[in-house]
């Protein structure tokens, strides 16, 4: 008899305790860790960092309030109330943000960063259990080496002193996950204003959707085909999940199916969009923002449709939804994000009418 399944199996973003970069700091007093948190977040100015710890207004002597949140600049506060806030609040409230900070006295994270302290030791002893990924170890004080017992269960790891802050920025910044991309061809459309599929018109030698899959393909990205259930039925596709919704909707079945992946989205009916295009995305790609793409200069806005969207802009992008939404250039143009100069704004040309299609052949040809 088969299993009854009372939700629908969904594939789960890979997400530590608070984020997908998050790192504990532990094996020093409280307050050392507070400062060390700052220094490493004040080397990242260009990144969205968090520092999270309890508030210890009532706890530990030795280490000021926090009840204020009174942090350097580029610094966000997040304080942890676990009377008002579960598991997924942590996540959703701190989906945007590029680095997490922990306090690992008090919280657990998926890396973790050992300082090495001489009044601590005993304690890093009691929660060596918690040493599940260590990047690196920090030497506080006079200390001049790791603990014997540490290297033992541990291992050898970067060693680095408590004011070797680039050092430090550095291995942290190698301990980054950037997320893979997937190419998406939105060929989902009924086409009513061209009368026939654009996904099917042949600019290039093939139809439109061979080219651009064989454009994504020659960059060795795995590449598929949003449409609907009655299209495409020998291609790799994925099925547009959210109907009604247009592209918008193309998306986020692609972020459904992986939201671990970035996705570099193209629009069918973008004829002179190729590799080239998709590398010039690739290379200019900034993953601390929501999504890379071009500024159009026809709409004077950001163009969404061919865009290389983050792992983050899936929580984005259904926040708007919520909020009554469905336009993906009003996510772009509302959040943070790299917008690239295309060194040819014509790439950014449609073609959506028999007119407009024998237009550009006769100019092609």
């Known amino acids: 008899m088969k299993k009854h399944q ?3 199996k969904l594939t789960k973003p890979e997400i530590g305790n608070f984020g997908r970069n998050e790192v504990a700091l532990v094996g020093a007093p409280c307050d050392l860790i507070q400062v060390i948190s700052q ?3 004040s080397a990242f100015p260009e990144k969205n960092c968090t520092y999270i710890d309890a508030d210890h207004a009532f706890g530990d002597s030795e280490v000021p309030s926090l009840s204020n949140n009174e942090l350097i600049d580029k ?7 676990k009377a008002s806030m579960n598991d997924f609040d942590k996540k959703i409230a701190l989906n945007d943000q ?22 601590k030791e005993a304690s890093l002893k009691k929660r060596l259990s918690q040493l599940s990924n260590v990047i ?7 200390i001049t080496e790791p603990f014997d017992w540490l290297i033992e269960d541990i291992g050898l790891r970067p060693v680095f002193n408590s004011d070797d802050v680039d050092g430090i920025k550095n291995m942290v910044e190698n301990s980054f996950t950037t997320s893979y991309i997937k190419g998406l061809v939105l060929a989902g459309g009924k086409s009513l204003r061209m ?3 654009k996904g099917q018109i042949n600019y290039h030698g093939i139809s439109q959707v061979d080219f651009l ?5 020659s960059l060795g990205l795995d590449a598929y085909v949003s449409c609907r259930p009655d299209q495409y039925e020998d291609h790799k596709r994925i099925i547009d999940k959210f109907e009604g919704l247009g592209p918008y909707g193309a998306i986020l079945s692609a972020f459904q199916t992986d939201p671990n992946a970035a996705w570099l989205v193209s629009a069918c009916d973008l004829p002179l969009v190729n590799a080239a295009v998709f590398e010039t995305l690739i290379k200019e790609r900034d993953s601390s923002k929501l999504a890379t793409c071009f500024y159009n200069p026809e709409t004077d806005f950001p163009d969404p449709l061919i865009t290389l969207w983050e792992p983050k802009g899936y929580m984005r992008m259904l926040e708007f939804l919520a909020l009554g939404y469905s336009c993906p250039r009003k996510v772009l143009i509302n959040s943070d994000v790299k917008v690239v100069q295309a060194a040819n704004p014509a790439i950014l040309k449609n073609v959506n009418t028999l007119e407009e299609k024998e237009q550009f052949l006769s100019e092609k040809n």
Request: a negative charge; proline letters at 2%.
């Open 195 to 197: 009368g026939s599929d």
């Open 136 to 142: 690196g170890y920090v030497l506080c004080e006079d």
């Open 75 to 81: 610094i966000k506060f997040f304080r942890q109330d």
């Open 213 to 217: 899959l064989n454009e994504f393909k």
């Open 98 to 119: 590029d680095l997490i900070l922990v306090n690992g006295n008090h919280f657990e994270a998926q890396e973790q960063l050992v300082l090495i302290h001489p009044k």
């Open 39 to 41: 220094k490493i977040i």
């Open 6 to 8: 009372k939700h629908a």
